[in-house]
């Protein structure tokens, strides 16, 4: 076989090649090309065969295959709910009773424990009809195990990106589509011979499909990267585990292993086996805590006894882990006090528990170490042992691995197996140590492993400093002097020490105005933080800071912000600015209790960004707190090492497609930024940690973001590239649109305009963000204009191509919020005018001008060659007869035809270029407003009558008012894919037009549901 890829290579050859893949490498077995067979979900003459060589009787295989076909086919639930129940079912088998009065029986689809005595096997082109909307869809690969369909991939040609076969699983997954066939499916897979393989599951957005890990080893005789990366994943024992062990139904989303969670609990399986301590470290964000919810889900099922302590030092982290474990229904007891833990070890009743490590006693560094762990054992039950066989997890081990609280831990539970968590790489200091306490790591996932793999984002760093400077030190030594008559020259010099501090200086309040005033300005400058999609966190150094600088905000009018400390006022603290500033803030808010607060606006900054811009912190929320629509970071507290690392990484969450990067502004001059800190930074606030283990952790904004722009205008080049001379406006909208003489080709360029728009978005992005930099960036005059021209070039390039394929109202999200920027930095005219046409489009704009539109838009300076106008005009009435269609087939059908006959008769010169406008226009008018037309009876005044009218049989076109008044009077609230309600409408449709058919009856049913007045 021809290993080589050839560019553009066609899916068929690339299917063919993975269809060898699965029968070479995998050994699965080969069912067929089921393009006009056609497949189900659950083959059931497979299944029953598999069942038969288990040695079930025929009465439980029957009774075990109603029960899995009726969890599969339950309409009544959401897909993500009836997916739960098919998998609980896989998993767990199903209860069936042979005979009323016999004793419930287990019967297993799937044989976990040996793999080889199930049936793998793949079929492609499998076509799948939805009983429900009456659509067909076809996978190109559906894998089956034991005639269960569990994977389906979607494949695309080397120059088309795999995001379209991602895009393609998931519109496939609709209600409107083949949602049915999705409900027995585990994996989602995607690839290409370009990018490889990306893999998810059920309603799994686009941006967090997943790479395997390019470290795997595993059948590296296989050159293909795609082929590779489906073999690694769906070998039949790895397959089997990955369904089995690392699948969890998560607070409403379903989800599947990153490549690190997997290798981590593999390897710490064999720790665990052996009841050997090690260290995983897996830098922040990138999954912590399912892979301890893995790791302790193994345990309890493979270990004689196994229990569960899972330990962290701070209340948030606490509490963070027992909403995981909870949101995956697994029951973790949190230990109330440190007596309620040695309790609840003591007795075997609760499997998992949570608890705050220093539970296990008071923490004194001055106090012998002897002397603590003899108080701690004293307080032991007479009768305490641990019950079971014990693993301890210690979340953030980094504080925890070492002196008395660890030695603590030891004393009282001396069989247990400890497991350390880190999400940050150990102290040098501490690092032999570590390693001695806890044993060696497990499995290591280093940041810039991460950035690599799209897991978390990477940072980008810029260090600001606000000029300070005494205006009269003689006026404030006479202004000491003054306020300090009568204490002793003694008193006098503590003064001085207590406020000469270099905080005092930092603290005063012009220092901290400027700040304020430069992070407002980034608030109406920055791309995240003008469009709402992103918030920001401010770092002060105390709470008598962070009061200060809540003051100061609010007194610029900018009220979306509020403090998370750890104050809590008290009615001894009325005289001082903390409980004043605190008050009026919890009024602000319309809250009395601080936790009730602060609930509130956590709640707010992670789901509604726009409506909480900013927290002020000062040690709370730096750990455990993950809010994707963070993105910038300002700091203006010294802080180092752990907590530095810990801190930052709360901007490096994944968010929207807006949020590229994560911005970290250090007013501290943390990392002392130098020429040679700027590649170098261990020598500044990370100078503790060994340099390969922080390795592309941060990175100078000012560098990056030239790199990122320039990198982007390449793209932007290499991607209008194809485009044939001499690059017009014309030839710009054919290779973006296709050929306007075939009806689809709209549909077909969809993938490359989409591309467009997300780079052209991108793009606009980067260069907003340093408009007001590029001195700095050292772009001298020309070149900045020359920078700008060329931005606005490809900015109107999408304009162009949007208005040409009546994309522009349909995907403009793909720019959120970018208008905003682009009117205060590039293309404020142009942007203007293309703000009349936002809300008409270029068919309602047909409609109005007529054929004189060209003169229309040649004034806005848009679509000025005839043959391009010509184009759109054609391309944006077939969307809108697209769109429409399912309103009302027959009708919109017949706009088609009608557009066809126009085009045909173009081409044939039958029509000069302002007669072809007018016909155009006419057309569209038609299109548009239906009601206008006079082919209707009057008592067709609306779109659900016109659509009754046009759509029902020719003998029943009579009873179409009678059937509208029927189903509005009969009709039941939430009817549609209801299949109860669903019914009994469709009991009212047979009984108005009595003798209808069946598939007459799905025809008009179709119909009737698409009507939004029903």
Request: glycine share 6%.
């Amino acid at each position: 076989m021809d290993n080589q890829i050839k560019i553009g290579q066609i899916e068929r050859l690339t299917q063919n090649r993975v269809v060898h893949v699965f029968q070479d490498v995998l050994d699965y077995d080969y069912l067929g090309n089921w393009e006009t067979r056609g497949g189900q979900n659950i083959e059931e003459n497979i299944l029953r065969e598999f069942l038969q060589k288990q040695g079930y009787s025929d009465v439980l295989i029957n009774k075990a295959i109603e029960e899995l076909k009726k969890a599969a086919g339950n309409q009544s639930q959401t897909l993500y709910e009836t997916n739960r129940d098919v998998y609980n079912m896989l998993r767990y088998g199903a209860k069936v009773r042979p005979t009323l009065g016999e004793n419930t029986q287990t019967v297993y689809f799937i044989d976990w424990q040996n793999p080889q005595n199930n049936h793998f096997a793949i079929a492609e082109e499998v076509s799948y009809t939805s009983p429900r909307s009456g659509k067909t869809k076809r996978p190109d690969i559906v894998i089956y195990i034991n005639g269960i369909a569990v994977g389906v991939i979607e494949l695309k040609r080397s120059s088309v990106s795999v995001s379209e076969g991602i895009r393609q699983n998931i519109g496939n997954q609709r209600r409107e589509w083949i949602q049915e066939f999705f409900t027995t499916v585990q994996f989602l897979f995607a690839g290409n011979d370009t990018e490889g393989l990306r893999y998810g599951t059920i309603e799994t957005p686009e941006e967090y499909y997943l790479e395997w890990s390019k470290k795997d080893e595993s059948f590296g005789h296989v050159p293909n990267r795609l082929d590779r990366q489906l073999a690694q994943i769906c070998q039949k024992e790895r397959f089997l585990e990955l369904i089995y062990d690392f699948i969890v139904f998560d607070s409403g989303i379903k989800k599947v292993p990153r490549h690190n969670q997997y290798f981590a609990v593999k390897a710490a399986q064999d720790y665990v086996k052996n009841h050997k301590s090690g260290i995983i470290w897996h830098t922040q964000g990138s999954g912590k805590s399912l892979t301890m919810v893995w790791l302790a889900k193994w345990i309890r099922e493979n270990m004689d006894n196994g229990r569960v302590l899972i330990l962290t030092d701070r209340v948030e982290l606490d509490e963070q882990i027992e909403k995981v474990f909870k949101g995956v229904r697994e029951n973790i007891y949190r230990a109330k006090s440190g007596r309620d833990l040695l309790t609840q070890l003591n007795s075997i009743e609760k499997p998992i528990i949570g608890s705050l490590v220093h539970k296990f006693g008071r923490s004194d560094d001055n106090k012998n170490v002897d002397d603590y762990i003899a108080e701690l054992k004293t307080s032991l039950p007479s009768d305490f042992s641990v019950k079971g066989d014990l693993f301890v997890f210690v979340d953030e081990c980094h504080r925890t691995h070492t002196g008395k609280l660890h030695q603590a831990m030891k004393e009282i539970l001396p069989r247990a197996t400890f497991i350390g968590f880190t999400g940050t790489p150990l102290l040098k200091a501490d690092k032999t140590n570590s390693l001695l306490t806890w044993g060696p790591y497990i499995h290591t996932y280093k940041y810039d492993e991460a950035v690599k793999d799209h897991v978390v984002l990477d940072l980008r760093y810029e260090a600001r400093r606000v000029a300070q400077n005494i205006t009269s030190q003689d006026k404030i030594d006479q202004w000491f002097e003054e306020r300090t008559k009568g204490l002793t020259d003694f008193a006098k010099a503590q003064l001085k020490r207590r406020w000469g501090t270099m905080q005092s200086l930092l603290s005063s309040k012009s220092r901290l105005e400027k700040i304020v005033f430069d992070i407002l300005d980034d608030f109406y400058k920055k791309p995240r933080l003008v469009s709402g999609y992103g918030n920001a966190m401010l770092v002060a150094s105390s709470i008598y800071e962070a009061c200060q600088y809540y003051e100061i905000f609010i007194s610029q009018g900018f009220d979306k912000c509020a403090m998370v400390t750890s104050y809590t006022p008290n009615a001894l603290d009325t005289n001082f600015k903390e409980y004043r500033v605190y008050q009026q803030m919890l009024q602000r808010w319309g809250e009395t209790d601080v936790a009730a607060f602060e609930r509130k606006v956590k709640k707010l900054f992670i789901e509604e960004p726009a409506q909480m811009k900013l927290l002020i912190v000062v040690d709370k929320l730096l750990t455990g707190f993950d809010a994707p629509p963070a993105t910038y970071l300002y700091i203006d507290k010294n802080m180092q090492d752990h907590n530095l690392f810990q801190a930052i990484c709360r901007v490096n969450r994944l968010h929207t497609e807006d949020k590229e990067y994560g911005y970290i502004i250090d007013y501290r001059d943390l990392f002392q930024k130098l020429e040679k800190a700027v590649t170098d930074y261990t020598s500044g606030a990370f100078g503790n940690f060994d340099k390969e283990d922080v390795i592309g952790l941060l990175k100078d904004s000012f560098e990056e973001s030239k790199k990122g722009l320039e990198e982007l205008l390449e793209s932007m080049r290499g991607l209008c590239e194809p485009v044939e001379p001499p690059k017009g406006l014309a030839e710009f909208i054919k290779y973006f649109c296709g050929d306007v003489n075939n009806p689809y080709s709209l549909k077909e360029n969809e993938f490359k305009r989409v591309q467009l728009y997300k780079l052209v978005g991108k793009l606009l992005r980067a260069y907003a963000e340093v408009a007001n930099d590029l001195d700095k960036l050292g772009y001298d005059q020309d070149q900045q204009k020359a920078l700008e021209k060329e931005v606005r070039y490809y900015e109107s390039i999408a304009r162009e191509v949007k208005l040409a394929s009546g994309d522009y109202i349909n995907l403009k999200a793909y720019e959120p919020a970018m208008r905003a920027l682009m009117d205060r930095y590039i293309s404020a005219r142009e942007s203007e005018q293309l703000a009349d046409l936002t809300d008409k489009g270029l068919v309602d704009l047909l409609i109005e001008k007529g054929a004189e539109i060209d003169e229309e838009l040649k004034e806005k300076q848009v679509l000025q060659e005839k043959e391009a106008l010509a184009e759109a005009i054609i391309n944006n009435i077939r969307r809108l007869i697209t769109d429409e269609t399912p309103n009302n087939p027959k009708y919109y059908q017949r706009m088609s035809e009608l557009l066809e006959e126009l085009i045909r008769k173009k081409q044939e010169e039958d029509l000069v270029y302002k007669e072809y406008l007018e016909q155009l226009a006419k057309l569209a008018k038609q299109v548009k407003n239906p009601a206008d037309s006079n082919e209707y009876p009057n008592w067709a005044n609306t779109p659900a009558l016109r659509a009754l009218y046009d759509n029902l049989p020719l003998r029943f076109q009579d009873k179409a008012l009678e059937l509208h008044q029927e189903i509005l009077q009969k009709r039941q609230d939430s009817w549609q894919d209801h299949p109860l309600k669903e019914r009994a409408l469709k009991n009212i449709v047979k009984k108005v037009l009595h003798g209808i058919d069946e598939d007459e009856l799905e025809n008009i049913f179709e119909v009737i549901k698409n009507q939004h007045e029903y």
